[in-house]
């Protein structure tokens, strides 16, 4: 296939983009800024609000996979332009090209779209894609975690040094960023099923807690490690403290205090991928240590 990519330069799109090459598909992909030469990749330099580079993006492809967004913003004006008016962007783009195919990568946040500006951003670009007209799959993909990624490597290097501090008691899904990419990569098939919205994981039934997670964080890394849940009353104010001290470069904000809190992340068996079209392939305890020596082998343990 021809597929058009957004967010290939990100932590799930660059390895979304090394499966689509490898499975021998002709990928075009956005950037904003220059990159060198990619066997199977056509860069195109641009943004989500370039109307020319969008169109340049999507002109003769089979589908578009879009996996774009703001996942941290200052203010609901932050998140909106990210994951609502790019992906508005995308879906025009997209529909003036001829392109029937699109999946989209939301969040489970966008169940709780009164809990965060992110999950309500995240909830509104699905109804977007759902009213497109498109034949359209939206992916909520839970926790996801695997080489290169900068989100989860503050709690590996917290196991590592034996104390791991956690939101107030939960559950929460996880899945690997290579089965991830390998059912977007199912989903952009011309005879995958359409109007599907799908929660996958790694199978494990009922989730993770938190201190399972924890635990399993510490076991990758052959350490031990005592889980600490931090109250949510503390968060609030770290997050506040947080934004005092790097303004809108807070990394802790009240909006992901509020995600991170809520008690129940995990998937909806009902809503899991169709067995016939995907799968889980890489237990999570394996994929979590093959994560720690990634991080290692790259100097970010």
């Known amino acids: ?15 979304l983009l090394r499966h689509a090459v490898e499975q021998g598909h002709d990928v075009v992909a956005l950037t904003r800024s220059s990159r060198s030469e990619k066997q199977g990749v056509t860069w195109v330099q641009g943004a989500l609000d ?57 969040s489970l946040a966008a169940r709780e779209p009164k809990l965060s500006l992110y999950g309500a951003s995240k909830a509104r670009s699905e109804e977007l894609v759902q009213r497109s007209g498109l034949d359209w799959a939206i992916v909520r993909p839970p926790a996801v975690y695997g080489p290169g990624d900068r989100e989860t490597l503050d709690l590996f290097k917290a196991a590592r040094l034996g104390v791991v501090p956690l939101p107030p008691k939960g559950r929460l899904s996880l899945i690997h960023v290579d089965d991830l990419s390998r059912l977007l990569l199912a989903l952009a098939a011309e005879d995958a099923p359409t109007q599907l919205l799908v929660e996958p994981d790694d199978a494990r039934e009922g989730g993770w807690t938190h201190r399972e997670f924890a635990a ?19 968060i609030r104010l770290g997050a506040s403290i947080d934004g005092l001290l790097r303004r809108g470069k807070a990394k802790l904000t009240p909006d992901r205090a509020a995600y991170f809190c809520h008690p129940d992340w995990t998937v909806d068996p009902a809503r899991r991928p169709p067995e016939t079209l995907w799968k889980a ?18 100097g970010w343990l």
């Open 1 to 15: 296939m021809r597929l058009a990519i957004t967010g290939a330069t990100g932590f799930v799109g660059s390895r």
């Open 216 to 234: 399993a964080l510490a076991a990758a890394q052959e350490r031990r490690a005592l889980s600490v849940p931090i109250p949510a009353g503390l």
């Open 281 to 298: 392939e890489i237990p999570t305890l394996p994929g979590l240590a093959d994560t720690a020596r990634w991080y290692q082998r790259h």
């Open 50 to 106: 370039n109307r020319q580079a969008l169109q340049r993006l999507v002109e003769g492809a089979d589908a578009v996979i879009h996996v774009a967004g703001v996942i941290n913003a200052p203010d609901a004006a932050g998140f909106d332009a990210g994951n609502v008016t790019g992906t508005l962007a995308v879906l025009a783009a997209a529909t003036a090209s001829g392109v029937h195919r699109f999946v989209h990568v939301s």
